[in-house]
């Protein structure tokens, strides 16, 4: 009778783990930063460049990436190209050719797939802080090296399914001449990955359970 048992019970937990594996994993939010500031010198390669964070530690991949910048100012924002450059080489324009040509100051800039919006362009009116999503309309522009030649990627879902594990770069360039600013706060990122579920954890401490007291038992 205790055979039958303990293999009723080693196929119940059997079940329970595998239901428990299928449920959806829930999500984990991890921000880093850069806070130095980056110079936007007038056509030329921002200082530093690139601006730099580097992450380690991590298992799973990347289920979702945004990007930070703060305290973004400029005379003529339209002249500015940020290009982010991950770990594995991928890159992605965050905005290009784009933010209009009206001074702006101390701007907070969230880059988002899923923003409702590209960074607009305005003629009237300045850039104000907000979530946009990456927006390049200069796709011909290169920017200057040490930053990899074009072209480049338009959505940061590029980075799913990838470690954010290593070196990101953050390559700031003004592309034309006249114009100056200042990102005062650096740039961060936002990194969103899975983690396993509540009930997948619960059904692996009940298989460990049952491990145990089988050789009790035996």
């Keep these: 009778m205790k055979k039958y048992t303990l293999r ?42 690139p601006a730099t964070i580097n992450i380690s530690g991590f298992t799973a991949g990347i289920a979702d990436l945004n990007v930070t910048v703060t305290g973004l100012s400029h005379t003529f924002p339209t002249d ?34 899923e923003a409702v919006t590209g960074v607009p362009n305005p003629i009237f009116g300045s850039l104000a802080s907000g979530s946009y999503r990456p927006t390049n309309l200069a796709p011909a522009d290169s920017f200057l090296s040490p930053a990899p030649a074009g072209p480049y990627g338009t959505r940061l ?25 200042l990102i005062s706060g650096g740039f961060g990122l936002q990194v969103t990955t899975p983690e396993p579920s509540t009930l997948l ?7 460990t359970i049952s491990v145990w007291l089988r050789r009790r038992e035996m």
Excluded at 12 to 40: D, R
Excluded at 86 to 91: A, E, F, Y
């Design 201 to 207: 954890l619960f059904g692996v401490g009940l298989l």
């Design 157 to 181: 879902s590029l980075f799913d399914g990838t470690s954010p594990n290593g070196l990101w770069r953050l390559f700031v360039e003004d592309f034309a001449a006249g114009d100056s600013g």
């Design 80 to 113: 500015i190209g940020i290009l982010l450059v991950g770990p594995g080489g991928q890159t992605v324009v965050l905005m290009n050719n784009t933010g209009g040509i009206n001074p702006i100051s101390n701007v907070n800039l969230t880059f988002d797939d």
């Design 8 to 49: 009723f019970n080693s196929i119940l937990l059997g079940l329970i783990l595998v239901f428990a594996i299928g449920q959806e994993a829930t999500a984990a939010l991890f921000t880093f930063s850069n806070t130095a500031p980056i110079t936007i010198n007038d056509n030329a390669a921002a200082t530093p460049y």
